[in-house]
């Protein structure tokens, strides 16, 4: 029976794993090239709680048929199969790394305007 699990604390989650499942990466070097993020809201099959990190047990969640989310388990909550179906859609907007490209996006504009500050 396959239980469902909504992530409820972002910051309980582990991306820098060298975790691998079925020959992809469970952390942010795969998230990178999907544009996702687990997000606070993101939803997910629970695959296992039993894995192991340096922080103790972790779950490891499928958020989508790549990706793999490890998280501690305080960071996520149990939910119903109806509600995992109701809040999936949502992943796509949920999980979309804007933070990320927030930031690049400043660092871009600060080094472009130093670059014409400067004369570079």
Request: aromatic share 8%; hydrophobic share 40%; proline share 4%.
């Amino acid at each position: 029976m396959q239980k469902f699990v909504e992530i409820i604390d972002s910051n309980a989650v582990r991306g820098f794993t060298n975790l691998q499942l079925n020959g992809v990466n469970a952390g942010s070097k795969e998230w990178v090239k999907h544009n996702f993020y687990p997000n606070n809201g993101v939803v997910g099959v629970l695959l296992t709680d039993e894995a192991m990190g340096p922080e103790g047990t972790m779950c490891v969640i499928q958020c989508d048929t790549t990706i793999f989310v490890p998280v501690l388990p305080k960071g996520v909550k149990f939910i119903t199969e109806s509600e995992f179906r109701r809040k999936l859609p949502k992943n796509k907007t949920l999980g979309k790394d804007v933070d990320g490209k927030n930031a690049r996006s400043a660092s871009n504009d600060i080094m472009n305007y130093l670059d014409s500050m400067f004369g570079l």
